[in-house]
Nanobody, 124 residues
């Protein structure tokens, strides 16, 4: 059984930084692509970043490109989202998700497993 547990969310002032972590249980974590999504109140869940199974290929939403960095440590079964220069519009619940193939995608419905989410609040 695959479980994903996010951590690292919190309250931060605009311009600050946070690092989210997503720890995965289950076998063969290193074989699968991972993604980060976020959902603000009253809005749809949006793609934030994706990373391939090797970590070589990454993808970012335009809104976070240059500010966020996704990475993974396959030895620790963990994927990270380093967030810098945070803005109030980054406020949302952030979710990590796992595909069952090696390449990431921006489409949420192609991810098979989801974490419970972690709240990120950026104050102005």
């Amino acid at each position: 059984q695959v479980q994903l547990v996010e951590s690292g969310g919190g309250l931060v002032q605009a311009g600050g930084s946070l690092r989210l972590s997503c720890a995965a249980s289950g076998r063969a974590f290193s074989n699968y692509a991972m993604g980060w999504f976020r959902q603000a109140p009253g809005k749809e869940r949006d793609f934030v970043a994706g990373i391939s199974w090797t970590g070589i290929s990454t993808d970012y939403a335009d809104s976070v490109k240059g500010r966020f960095t996704v990475s993974r440590d396959n030895a620790k079964n963990t994927v990270y989202l380093q967030m810098s220069s945070l803005k109030p519009e980054d406020t949302a619940v952030y979710y990590c998700a796992r595909r069952s193939v090696g390449s990431s995608t921006r489409e949420a419905h192609f991810y098979d497993y989801w974490g419970q989410g972690t709240q990120v609040t950026v104050s102005s």
